[in-house]
């Protein structure tokens, strides 16, 4: 089983619609992260938390939000979805001053 | 502010010759910093970190990287590149007082046969 797992992998939504992309990690850590890539931007962050009551915006925060339900648990939320939220989304996890381990990814298109 | 330039866009390299993809950074204090490597359709892969210690450190498949202090830079080696190393490659710096982990645009390497 991965260590980072995002649901779903693939979802297509209309623009408007309130969606959301779950994280779950089962390697024990406290710090937990939602990045987009968009070709030629690179991974930007969007939140991170350190705790289930530490949560902290990111870069690109706006249009999203986020929950923190456990400390193996890391959600993020589009509110209203607009287009150019299309984007891959990754989910990463790591423990103070260390690497992180990522998820496979969301591709999300907004229509 | 925290940052990480990544300058080259793409890189292109015979198989076989050397490769470096170039980092610089920016970040209050002692840096934590790594690099990561993604193929396609994949998600990101860590190959190799410099928390401190030796300037020179070794990772994945044959890859290493020099921290240079006093030019803030951080840039990813092979002595020998192969066409299997043909993928993404992210540079990141994590502060040590915040502790947020950003990251550079990315570098496409291709290696030519």
């Known amino acids: 089983d991965a260590d980072v797992t995002q649901t779903p992998r693939n979802r297509i939504t209309k623009t408007g619609k309130r969606i959301m992309l779950e994280c779950s990690q089962t390697k024990g850590h406290d710090r937990m992260y939602w990045y987009r890539q968009d070709p030629g931007l690179g991974l930007r962050l969007i939140y991170y938390?350190?705790?289930?009551?530490?949560?902290n915006k990111g870069e690109i925060s706006d249009g999203y939000s986020v929950s923190r339900q456990a400390q193996a648990k890391f959600s993020l939320s589009l509110e209203s979805a607009i287009p150019n939220q299309t984007a891959l989304y990754f989910c990463?996890?790591?423990?103070?001053?260390?690497?992180?381990?990522f998820g496979q990814g969301t591709r999300l298109t907004v229509v | 502010a925290q940052s990480v330039a990544q300058p080259e866009d793409q890189v292109n390299v015979a198989e076989g010759n050397p490769l470096t993809v170039k980092c610089t950074y920016s970040v209050s204090g002692n840096p934590y910093l790594f690099w990561y490597v993604q193929y396609p359709n994949r998600g990101l892969q860590f190959l190799l970190k410099?928390?401190?210690?030796?300037?020179l450190v070794k990772g994945s498949y044959g890859f290493e990287a020099e921290f240079n202090k006093s030019q803030t830079s951080f840039h990813l080696k092979k002595p020998s590149a192969l066409v299997s190393d043909s993928a993404l490659y992210f540079c990141a710096v994590r502060s040590w007082s915040t502790d947020k982990l950003i990251f550079g645009t990315g570098t496409r390497l291709q290696v030519f046969p």
């Open positions: 410099y928390i401190t210690g030796d300037n």
């Open positions: 990463a996890t790591s423990a103070s001053g260390s690497e992180a381990f």
């Open positions: 938390s350190f705790d289930v009551k530490d949560i």
